[in-house]
């Protein structure tokens, strides 16, 4: 193994050891080639576009930022910025790309600049386009790009002629053709515009965010600078106003028609679609979510038909890649029934209710052809690939891992992330048979964690330990590291080596490391996931306290005198809570970008699970943790970001003040420049992770041992809280 040190500064430089594994896949209908992206090696942040040739198996580079702008740095433009921030995205170079139908003409940009590349021909250039591009896509024929610069709309010719706009906006608190922040951030929605089959027509989104409050993040390492200013829609107030057009591309002029679709009851436009199987769809969503009303559009009036209508007495969950038309015109989404979420086609439901779908990832370029998904069977760890048809339900994936693919034609990408490697295996299938295979340039670890996945109490809750490197069982007791995450739509625990690189390290920092998914984590079905409506607070918290207990029956080394719990966004959140309510079970807390307050968090996710803070003050009120700051008895260190724009650094400043009005000691940590990623730079990353474990020894009462890894216990603790800052 790696030592501490190099390991955490290689985690950073790495990005958690995902730089050189390819990704964003795209298959040439007729199976002559895959387009993806990928880093030159496991340590360079620039990612290039790559074509592989599946004729002869070779990998060549066909879009390489370092030829198309030299060694310069990247100069993104602000809402590249903000798009970035929104997926989470911290790669540099080709981080996207669309294509035409053929996925011969592939567009993307590069700090601000518009580049096209021909996949049979080799040939990659620039576009002379309006400044500050953001998010090009070819027409479905190969013969325009349009994009977005400055809130405009605009389209190009393949061969640089004839850049337009084709809409622009009345006011700067206008945009055409973007996702407004709640659309990226909450509802898996990135785009904004979707091209006709044609290639003559565009459905384009209209936003317009005028009625959203501003809120002001300033840098305060940075006084001489303007707070940046950001239109957020916290819970309970005003979202930004969509609207939905079509427009052709006419030489002469532009003709615009406006959708039958005008908000009011049905605010969000969760998806969109348009392919040749019928008119678009667009899948629109009430504010309370519990409808959601698939429509298609007529594009020569606007007239719009209602398909399909989801309800729920709780929410109806969105799942990506629905709704879609098959190419023989048939109506693909995933509905609720029998506890399952289902894949139905046409109304009648092709899965069985134990298969829970989790996203719809092809529906077939040909008539006739299967679906393809993904979808969980018993085990929520595991994520597969599914093909469903007429004949029924069928796996592509065949090992134990988290699978994902995408499919054109014959051709299926598949990748493969499992317990007993790192990084993933990609493997390209012409039919049911392996034809060739991506590498990965990853950088090896260097670790192989000492795990155990766990299945614990009477909720079978999914759990992961993971202890030092060579603990031998009834060798001593550990502390108690608890690293969940906890929430909603994200899971800590899955069969991927890759997942417990990380704990790994933590644990042999001389901690047992316990991560639970709880209830409302994805994978167990719409029930599970409806058992944290209206109490984020009971019911997570509780999982974790339950996780715990029952882990410690398992293993007795784990010291239940000695429990401390760390995480970050949803994790920091449980972490501030679990040491303000249940002080008789945690011992010392890291909150990192805690929500504290649901009322400062955005409209779509706060008010799908705890209603509108209007209607349910007293849900708020339960679930916030500001009221519960005179109860902290134990240590609490705080950490926020003081550039995010996600959760807000308010929410911590807020906790803070609390506890000082109450008169309880914490420490809070302020980031500066950090927003709701952690640190990047490999030296800051490194002393920010050794930091929070000195912390914690600190807390709990434990000095390294000679060795630097192992607790020696110290009868008396020194006064572990600091002081608030």
Same mark, same amino acid.
């Given at each position: 193994?790696?030592n501490e040190?190099s390991?955490?500064?290689?985690q ?12 964003g896949?795209?298959?040439?209908p ?6 993806f ?6 340590e ?10 599946l004729e ?9 930022p ?16 903000a798009r ?18 053929d ?6 940009a590069l700090s601000g600049?518009l ?7 080799g ?19 190969g013969q325009?790009?349009a ?8 389209v ?26 709640? &659309?990226?951030?909450?509802? #898996? /929605? ?5 091209? !006709?089959?044609? @290639?003559? %027509? *565009?459905? =384009?989104?209209?936003t ?7 809120w ?17 829609p ?27 679709w ?13 392919s ?35 309800t ?11 709704? &879609?038309?098959t190419?023989? #015109? /048939?109506?693909?989404?995933i509905?609720? !029934?029998?506890? @399952?979420? %289902? *894949?139905v =086609? ?6 069985p ?20 998904v993904t979808?969980?069977e ?11 048809d ?13 699978h ?9 990408v ?5 317990p ?29 964690p ?19 490197? #060579? ?5 001593g ?8 995450y ?46 944290v ?12 306290v ?26 920091g959140y ?13 011992h ?8 504290t307050?649901?009322r ?10 705890? #209603? ?15 009221d ?12 926020h ?8 650094v ?8 609390a506890l000082?009005?109450?008169g ?62």
């Open positions: 193994m790696t040190s390991f955490l500064r290689l950073a430089r790495t990005q958690r050891f995902t730089l050189g594994t390819p990704r896949f795209q298959v040439s007729d199976g002559s080639r895959v387009l992206l990928r880093s030159a090696s496991g360079d942040r620039q990612h290039i576009l790559w074509r592989l040739d002869t198996g070779t990998e060549s580079r066909l879009a390489d370092a030829e198309l702008l030299g060694d310069g740095d990247e100069d993104l433009p602000p809402e590249e910025r970035r921030e929104r997926s989470r995205e911290q790669g540099g170079g080709v981080v996207g790309n669309a294509t035409d139908a996925v011969r003409i592939a567009a993307f600049r580049f096209v590349a021909d996949a049979v021909t040939e990659a250039r620039e576009l002379a386009a309006a400044p500050g591009v953001i998010d090009p896509r070819p027409d479905p024929t325009h790009v994009y977005v610069s400055g809130g405009s709309l605009r190009v010719g393949v061969d640089g002629t004839g850049d337009r706009p084709l809409a622009e906006p009345a006011g700067p608190d206008q945009a055409c053709g973007v996702a407004e922040f709640i &659309a990226a951030e909450e509802m #898996g /929605r990135s785009r904004g515009f979707w091209w !006709s089959p044609d @290639g003559t %027509r *565009l459905l =384009v989104a209209f317009d965010k005028s009625p959203v409050r501003r002001h993040i300033a840098d305060p390492a940075h006084p001489e600078t303007e707070p940046n200013v950001v239109s957020y916290a819970a309970g107030t005003d979202n930004v106003d969509v609207r939905l057009a079509v427009l052709s591309l006419d030489r002469e002029r532009i003709s615009r028609v406006d959708v039958d005008h908000g009011g009851e049905l605010p969000y436009l969760v998806a969109a679609h348009w040749k199987g019928g008119p678009p769809l667009v899948a629109l969503q009430t504010r309370d979510q519990k409808r959601v009303e698939i429509r298609s559009v007529d594009p020569d009036t606007g007239s719009t038909d209602v398909l399909a209508v989801e729920d007495d709780i929410w109806v969950e969105i799942v990506p890649g629905v709704p &879609a038309w190419p023989d #015109g /048939r109506l693909v989404r509905a609720v !029934s029998q506890g @399952g979420y %289902r *894949l =086609v046409d109304d009648k439901e092709v899965t209710p134990s298969l829970q779908v989790r996203a719809v990832l092809d529906v077939g370029s040909q008539v006739g052809t299967d679906i393809l979808a969980t018993s085990d929520p760890t595991q994520v597969h690939v599914y093909r469903v007429d004949a029924g339900v069928s796996r592509v994936s065949t090992s134990d891992g988290v994902g693919a995408t499919r054109a034609g014959d051709v299926t598949l990748a493969s992330w499992s007993e490697r790192s990084g993933p295996a990609v493997t390209v299938l012409r039919g049911e048979q392996p034809a060739g295979a991506i590498a990965s340039h990853a950088v090896d670890p260097g670790v192989e000492n795990v155990r996945r766990l299945t614990l109490g009477e909720r079978e809750l999914r759990a992961a330990l993971v202890l030092p490197t #060579g603990h031998e069982p009834g060798s007791k550990l502390p108690v590291l608890l690293d969940p906890g929430g909603p739509h994200a899971q800590r625990v899955l069969a991927s080596r890759n997942a417990f690189l990380g704990p790994q390290w933590l644990a042999d920092q001389g901690f047992a490391v316990l991560i639970a998914d709880g209830r409302g984590t994805p994978g167990r079905g719409p029930d599970w996931d409806r058992q409506a209206f109490d984020f607070a009971g019911v997570t918290l509780e999982d974790q339950d996780a715990l207990h029952a882990a410690a029956e398992e293993f007795p080394d784990l010291d239940l005198s000695t429990v401390a719990i760390r995480g970050w966004s949803y994790g449980l972490a501030a809570l679990a040491v303000l309510r249940r002080p008789d079970v945690f010392a807390a890291i909150a990192g970008a805690p929500v307050d649901w400062l968090y955005d409209t779509h996710y706060t008010e799908r699970y705890l #209603g509108h803070p209007d209607e349910k003050p007293e849900v708020y009120d339960a679930n916030s943790l500001i519960e700051a005179p109860k902290l008895e134990r240590p609490l260190l705080i950490i970001g003081l550039a995010d724009d996600n959760v807000v308010a929410h911590s400043v807020r906790l803070s003040a000082v009005a109450a309880r000691p914490h420490s809070l940590l302020p980031l500066p420049g950090v927003t709701h990623m952690t640190p990047q730079d490999d030296e800051v990353a490194e002393n920010f992770m050794r930091m929070q474990v000195s912390w914690l020894r600190d807390a709990l009462g434990v000095v390294s041992g000679s060795d630097g890894a192992f607790p020696v216990w110290t009868e008396e603790r020194s006064e572990p809280w600091g002081t608030a800052k």
